[in-house]
């Protein structure tokens, strides 16, 4: 990520960097956005339950908040993906990137299952 000062602030150049990224990263977090929105969308109706426990005690405790901090995380998680694979040429974590692909479509698949039954 990078920073720039502005007027003595730091702010977080993420858009340029995100626009920067190959494909799959752009999809992975893609379905990473819509695993916790649907998530925090379907523990508020209360049709589903997070099968993760921090991260249930979380929803349960500061829904919106734990909502934030899961996007942020993602975003920083690939953001350094990213870095160890393009910028420091790292060849292990690019190995990784269709595992995690298959395993949040899989969530995804499942949120609109859901969904459907839910609405439908």
């Given at each position: ?65 734990t909502l934030v901090l899961k996007l942020v995380l993602s ?32 969530v995804a698949v499942m949120h609109l299952h859901w969904i ?5």
């Amino acid at each position: 990520m990078m920073l720039l000062g502005l007027k003595g602030v730091a702010v977080i150049n993420t858009a340029g960097r995100i626009t920067r990224w190959p494909l799959c990263l752009k999809l992975l977090y893609l379905l990473m956005v819509f695993d916790g929105l649907a998530t925090f969308y379907g523990l508020q109706l209360g049709v589903i339950v997070e099968g993760n426990p921090v991260m249930a005690a979380g929803f349960n405790a500061y829904p919106l908040l734990t909502l934030v901090l899961k996007l942020v995380l993602s975003l920083f998680f690939l953001e350094v993906l990213n870095f160890a694979i393009y910028d420091q040429k790292i060849k292990w974590p690019q190995h990784s990137i269709p595992f995690f692909l298959i395993i949040h479509l899989v969530v995804a698949v499942m949120h609109l299952h859901w969904i459907g039954l839910t609405l439908g």
